[in-house]
């Protein structure tokens, strides 16, 4: 059930980038070129989807559970830090180059256009080149804790 | 700079912002679960790896399999509304491939989970992330078209 559901959300998910104009880099590049004839299309995208998900995720989230989960899968992190800071602007500057986030790149992949599939290579080689460095960062710092002690272990 | 808007565009946009969001919420609701890619895609990845293996791995894959085929429905029924101008060569297309993987991990988000669900939760974290990468990628943008005119 929760297979379908991941598959009917991701279809949905699929057209409305594709009717919003996403998936065309020109678009997007337009979208952020205040400098030149600038498109803002693309913010009724943003908009329209946060239309839908600021009321409707603050009515779910009031819910006990979801329908077919025991409990919501939210992230618990509060806190601004440099990794946010620095990771989402790396992430603007590879955007403005190539005019692709991760969505509308996984969508696109159904062209089967080598370059986008190219781009969705070194994207996941990327992701997996930061999980490294966050992972062995992770060890240092459990190795670094002080062994006898679990609860600073838990914590860290 | 002028600013240029095709009537019908917006249109489109807003419906196709609205399907986004409601994908997200049914997501949430039934599985509870943030439609976020790069973190979907990740947890994929890490799947790979027997020692970060996260419970639930199908919904990932089966999530992904529907942007791919929601991209393929909508050409096919509406090849005329699709458009897909690519900016930049080989060399382009890796590097920025690479910088939004990383960036996007570095940063726990992207447009999805930062921008469309975790503004939705009012989230400190995603308003200053949206707010940062928008701006990095105007600023990328100025930078490519105005001052070094690569493109």
Known sequence: ?156 | MSVVINPSDWLYALGGGLMIGLAAAVLLGLSGRIAGISSIMAGMLANLFPERRLPEVSWRAMFLLGLILGGLLFATLFPQLVQQRLQVGWGGMIAAGLIVGYGTRMGSGCTSGHGVCGIARTSRRSIVATATFMAAGMLTVFVIRHVLHLS
């Open chain 1, 1 to 156: 059930m929760k297979a379908l559901i991941a598959l009917g959300s991701g279809l949905l998910f699929g057209v409305g980038l594709s009717l919003g104009g996403m998936t065309d880099p020109a678009k997007v590049i337009a979208f952020l070129d205040l400098g030149g004839q600038w498109d803002p299309t693309l913010a009724f995208v943003m908009g329209g989807a946060l239309l839908l998900t600021t009321p409707t995720f603050r009515w779910l989230l009031r819910l006990k559970r979801p329908m077919f989960e025991q409990s919501f899968y939210i992230p618990t992190k509060n806190d601004v830090d440099s990794d946010l800071v620095i990771g989402s602007a790396l992430f603007g500057i590879g955007w403005g180059i190539a005019g692709l986030c991760p969505g509308p790149a996984v969508v696109a992949m159904y062209t089967g256009a080598p370059k986008v599939l190219a781009f969705v290579a070194a994207m996941v080689a990327g992701m997996w080149l930061r999980d490294q460095v966050a992972l062995r960062r992770h060890r240092r710092q459990l190795a670094a804790a002080p062994q006898s002690s679990p609860a600073d272990l838990s914590r860290s």
